[in-house]
């Protein structure tokens, strides 16, 4: 079965099931449910850190957790999708390079939450929650982001806190950097939390102005097809740190505060002549900001077809001058192509994860198909696929 389950039914199942699993465990009822969802990036990869520009839009994917306030001081958290309960005093969280820390572990996406907000001086007190997730773990879609920004929800309302979207979605970001150990960008906390259904979401990292860009790609015959090519990958590892020191040396050695500001390429190209790597980073960080500049011009006037161009140079990208995809991506977004996808690219981290590929409608089993084939031929492990609608970020559900 690779078709995602009928939502509808889906999504009231779960949320009875984080309801049930509260109460069960904690003995009493939960205060609510809230519910963020993973992302796919329709285009802008690896430009958040870059001062850039990024186009995600929310899937129906999602994290829900039921969360209740405790009388003591603990955080008691459980996953109902691994079975296990995780239970720290607030004293005793501590971020991933304090000293004695221990390894981490995926109850920290959440905790982290709870960390942040006291960090930044919010007053919470001690949680329950039991989380449920249909966001695939290492899959490039944002799970921690789901899980983060459900739980920075959640405590926003049960603790009464004021904090507006973008403020919200920095602090799950500084979870998943400071508490977590990861050091990525902005842009999946963003998305998980300011995306609204039916539009992709267009944010300047530097300015953090948002737009949200309308995406009826029915209305004009096209779908967007998510294959996770079951390559798992990792952004606590050392590539993504890699590429974003590299464009970090770039920017200083170009004399901008981020690779946002170069505004003559072959001129920059030049300076870093010496440096073939530095060329590429930089190379793919320039003309990826001016992709998504295009695309977004394109989607707001509704020719959504033409993105399909914008797509393959942006995987091309990604391949040669940033280096982060694998063959198994690469061997998927060749196979879209050749079946009948108007573009196709990876979407998030790199090093694996998932492609989008933009097809026409009610094709997308036939091209997910076409690559479980191709990948069955490589000896590859089989991919999962779905077609993806765009949807609202975090909220409260019950
Ligand atoms: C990961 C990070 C984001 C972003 C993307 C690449 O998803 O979490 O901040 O850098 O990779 O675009």
Redesign the pocket.
């Known amino acids: 079965m690779n078709q995602a389950p009928d939502a509808v039914a889906e999504h009231g199942h779960r949320r009875q099931q984080v309801l049930d699993g509260f109460a069960e465990r904690c003995g009493t009822a939960a205060a609510g449910v809230w519910e963020a969802p993973g992302r796919v990036?329709l285009i802008?990869?690896?430009?958040?850190?870059n001062d850039g520009f990024?186009m995600p839009f929310a899937l129906t994917r999602s994290a829900m957790v039921a969360a209740g306030h405790r009388e003591d001081d603990r955080v008691v958290v459980t996953s109902m999708d691994l079975d296990e309960t995780v239970e720290v005093a607030l004293d005793d969280l501590v971020p991933f390079d304090a000293p004695g820390a221990r390894p981490r572990v995926w109850a920290d996406y959440l905790t982290g939450c709870l960390w942040a907000l006291r960090e930044a001086g919010h007053h919470v007190g001690g949680v329950n929650l039991v989380v449920a997730s249909t966001v695939p773990i290492g899959a490039?879609l944002?799970s921690s982001?789901a899980l983060e920004c459900a739980t920075i929800a959640a405590m926003v309302d049960l603790f009464g806190l004021e904090i507006d979207l973008i403020d919200r979605a920095h602090l799950a970001?500084r979870a998943?950097n400071a508490y977590v150990g990861?050091p990525?960008?902005?842009?999946?906390q963003a998305a998980s939390t300011l995306c609204t259904s039916s539009h992709t979401l267009f944010m300047d990292c530097r300015t953090l102005e948002t737009t949200q860009v309308p995406m009826d790609l029915a209305g004009v015959g096209l779908e967007i097809l998510v294959l996770d090519t079951n390559t798992p990958h990792s952004?606590v590892d050392g590539e993504?740190a890699a590429r974003r020191a590299a464009c970090e040396r770039a920017a200083g050695l170009l004399g901008v505060a981020a690779l946002r500001d170069v505004t003559d390429l072959d001129e920059a190209l030049a300076t870093l002549g010496p440096d073939e790597e530095l060329v590429r980073r930089t190379r793919h960080v320039v003309t990826e900001n001016q992709r998504v500049l295009e695309a977004v011009e394109l989607a707001r006037e509704g020719r959504f077809a033409e993105l399909g161009p914008l797509l393959d140079q942006s995987h091309t990208s990604m391949r040669d001058d940033f280096e982060i995809t694998v063959p198994t991506v690469d061997l998927a977004v060749e196979t879209a192509r050749e079946h009948g996808a108007l573009g196709a690219r990876m979407t998030?981290?790199?090093f694996g994860g998932c492609i989008i590929a933009l097809i026409p409608m009610g094709t997308g089993d036939q091209v997910g198909r076409a690559i479980a084939e191709a990948f069955a031929a490589a000896g590859y492990a089989a991919p999962e696929w779905f077609t993806a609608v765009p949807s609202a970020g975090a909220r409260r559900i019950a």
């Open positions: 990036n802008g990869e690896h430009t958040d850190y990024v490039g944002s982001a970001r998943e990861a990525t960008g902005l842009l999946d952004h993504y998030g981290g790199g």
